[in-house]
């Protein structure tokens, strides 16, 4: 496989435990995980999505990076990742929607 154009970091809140707490996993991350790998296989993008642990921007949650672009997204929604999705197809400007 090449390397992906596009690696999305979703926070969902993993702790070492493997218990998942905090905000970010409270607001659905689970469920915005899910989103995003479903609009990404249907669009046929070269892109891989990670979860990961807090990454200390709570009150944004929940918060999604994403490289090699260095772009954060907060308050990410299913239509912010539909968005995020049409600026990757359309050459729009993801940057406008990041923090
Ligand atoms: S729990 Fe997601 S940024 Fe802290």
Redesign the pocket.
């Known amino acids: 496989m090449d390397m992906p154009d596009y690696h999305f970091f979703v926070?969902?809140?993993f702790r070492v435990s493997g218990e998942a707490q905090?905000?970010?996993?409270k607001k659905g991350?689970v469920g915005l995980i899910q989103h995003l790998e479903s609009e990404i296989s249907d669009r046929d993008l070269n892109a891989v999505v990670s979860s990961t642990?807090?990454?200390?921007?709570?009150t944004?949650?929940?918060?999604m990076m994403l490289y090699p672009q260095g772009l954060t997204f907060g308050e990410v929604t299913e239509d912010k990742i539909d968005e995020i999705m049409d600026a990757i197809e359309e050459g729009g400007d993801l940057a406008a929607l990041a923090l």
Not at 22 to 25: E, I, K
Not at 60 to 63: D, E, F, L, Q
């Open positions: 926070c969902a809140s905090g905000v970010c996993n991350a642990g807090c990454l200390k921007m709570c944004k949650g929940p918060v």
